[in-house]
């Protein structure tokens, strides 16, 4: 069994930065893949980005290039640095943890999720 507990998130003007942290309790974190997604009002939950336990990693083609996922495995604990907001950027921000370890882009293939947190881009 896995928890996960999001923070970092918050208000901040277009063009600012922000970095979401994601700490897990549990065995075997490094074994994890571990995702965020985001979810706007009215809007599906979206894919964000992907890492694997080696650090291997994936972005939306939305983010690519703005937004860079990271982990401490000794912390298990996994970062989403967030530059360059647009207002479109504004969602409930989730992590998830995928014990196949493959770092899937589709959210049915994790298992645990955190609670989120928020995350609004003003214009």
């Known amino acids: 069994q896995v928890q996960l507990v999001e923070s970092g998130g918050g208000s901040v003007q277009a063009g600012g930065s922000l970095r979401l942290s994601c700490a897990a309790s549990?065995?075997?974190?490094?074994?994890?893949?571990m995702g965020w997604f985001r979810q706007a009002p009215g809007k599906e939950r979206e894919f964000v980005a992907a890492?694997?336990?080696?650090?291997?990693?994936s972005y939306a083609d939305s983010v690519e290039g703005r937004f860079t996922i990271s982990r401490d495995n000794a912390k298990s604990t996994v970062y989403l640095q967030m530059n360059s907001l647009k207002p479109d950027d504004t969602a409930v921000y989730y992590c998830?943890?995928?014990?196949?370890?493959?770092?899937?882009?589709?959210?049915?293939?994790?298992?645990?999720w955190g609670q989120g947190t928020q995350v609004s881009v003003s214009s």
């Open positions: 549990g065995p075997g974190f490094s074994d994890y893949a």
């Open positions: 890492i694997r336990g080696g650090g291997r990693s």
């Open positions: 998830a943890a995928d014990s196949s370890g493959v770092a899937h882009t589709t959210r049915r293939f994790y298992e645990y």
